[in-house]
């Protein structure tokens, strides 16, 4: 009886377990017409708040809305359920603490009164987007022309310190393993994207995005930037935002003779093919990877030539040589692909010399002394296999931004 007792338990508890990917939802909120519709957006992920489960336990029909008023970011948190746990009813049981676990991440200063959180919406007219204007582009999205502007600033200038700190909770969201930066540091530059639109005739802005910078030295009288966090919220996603960002980002750089080239800090998989493409298309127009030179292999002219105008680094130049030498190669070319396959491989072999990306991926997963075994103990076939895997698993990568390449 008892056995049985304890199984309808964890059925009846059943219903007070959820997805918290699924029950928070997020809105950018520019009027008071927007609280009254169901637009919105869920997270990517939760695990950074709730766990590695990503579940909130203790509540029935969970729904944790978290709207933003567009341009200010003043923000609003609503949890409402039609039931929860408690100790009396079941077991001493309790539910999770969401407020708390979101009040870790989230400043202070947050509504939880809808009606008060309205009243501020009338104060994102006032806004005005911080630091100094680089580049403004339209885009046509259903038939309708929308301006977006891309704005550089640092942590000093007025009222931006506190607008970051709302701004940076959608990392922990949207991009894994994200952590906030120490905005203090005057190293950091921040650019921001913001969709400018007329309001009765008056000019409004919405925030879409943005991307963190942080300057390194680099010897011996150089810098060397980094790019760390790059954003675009998922309504604006999939519109050419993240490159537009990017390319901004770059053009700053390039007339700088104390920038020796550009880094990125451990780049997502969705991030590093955005900087493939745009690096592709700047390389294409460059006289050492046009498809004569590609044909004849990656030399010294690729990384020289890319970092004296573009700011590429010589991994990356390589990378880039790669995508374009694959792109001007056509499979149905037995010879050509084969000798491409033969470079392509040249490369992904260097793990074995203790050194390149593949192995840096090899150093992440093995311990020293395993990574050691590993290599000196694979036979010549499993070397095979593992190259073969590596370049399949390359071209697969490098035929995605081709693909776009193509289509712009």
């Known amino acids: 009886m008892a056995g049985t007792g304890m199984t309808l338990m964890r059925n009846h508890l059943d219903d007070y377990k959820c997805d918290a990917n699924e029950a928070v939802k997020f809105k950018l909120v520019r009027d008071e017409k927007d609280l009254e519709n169901d637009d919105g957006f869920n997270p990517d992920m939760t695990h950074q708040i709730f766990g590695e489960q990503e579940s909130i336990f203790g509540y029935k029909d969970l729904s944790v809305q978290l709207y933003y008023s567009a341009a200010k970011l003043n923000t609003y948190l609503s949890i409402k359920y039609t039931d929860k746990v408690s100790p009396e009813k079941d077991n001493g049981l309790q539910p999770d603490n969401i407020t708390e676990a979101l009040s870790k991440e989230m400043p202070p200063g947050y509504y939880t009164n809808l009606d008060d959180f309205s009243a501020v919406l009338a104060k994102d007219a006032n806004f005005k987007p911080y630091g100094d204007l680089l580049h403004s582009y339209t885009i046509n999205k259903d038939g309708v022309d929308r301006q977006f502007e891309i704005y550089k600033t640092t942590i ?18 949207f991009i894994d393993a994200a952590s906030f930066i120490d905005a203090d540091d005057e190293r ?27 300057k390194y030295y680099a010897y011996p009288c150089s810098n060397r930037p980094r790019i760390s966090q790059v954003l675009v919220l998922p309504p604006f996603q999939k519109q050419g935002h993240g490159a537009q960002l990017l ?63 573009l700011k590429l680094n010589r991994k990356q130049s390589r990378r880039i040589y790669e995508i374009l030498r694959l792109k001007c190669t056509s499979e149905a070319d037995k010879e050509k692909f084969k000798q491409y396959r033969l470079d392509v491989k040249r490369r992904l072999n260097i793990p074995f010399q203790k050194n390149g990306r593949d192995f840096e991926k090899l150093q992440k997963a093995l311990k020293p002394e395993e990574l050691s075994t590993t290599l000196s103990c694979m036979s ?3 070397r095979h296999q593992y190259l073969e895997k590596a370049f399949e698993e390359e071209i697969e990568q490098y035929k995605h931004v081709i693909e776009r390449l193509n289509m712009a």
């Open 156 to 173: 000093d200038c007025p009222g931006f310190r506190e607008y970051h700190e709302r701004l940076q909770t959608f990392i922990l969201f």
């Open 380 to 382: 010549m076939e499993q």
């Open 188 to 214: 950091w530059s921040f650019y921001l994207l913001f969709e400018k639109y007329k309001d009765n005739g008056n000019p409004m802005y919405a925030i879409a995005g943005y991307m963190t910078v942080y």
């Open 247 to 309: 390319q901004t980002f770059y053009n700053s750089c390039y007339g700088d003779s104390d920038i020796l080239d550009i880094t990125v800090e451990d780049p997502s998989e969705n991030f590093q093919r955005l900087r493939d493409y745009v690096d592709a298309r700047n390389c294409m127009k460059l006289k050492s990877f046009q498809p004569e030179k590609l044909y004849e292999g990656f030399d010294d002219d690729m990384p020289h030539e890319a970092r004296l105008k």
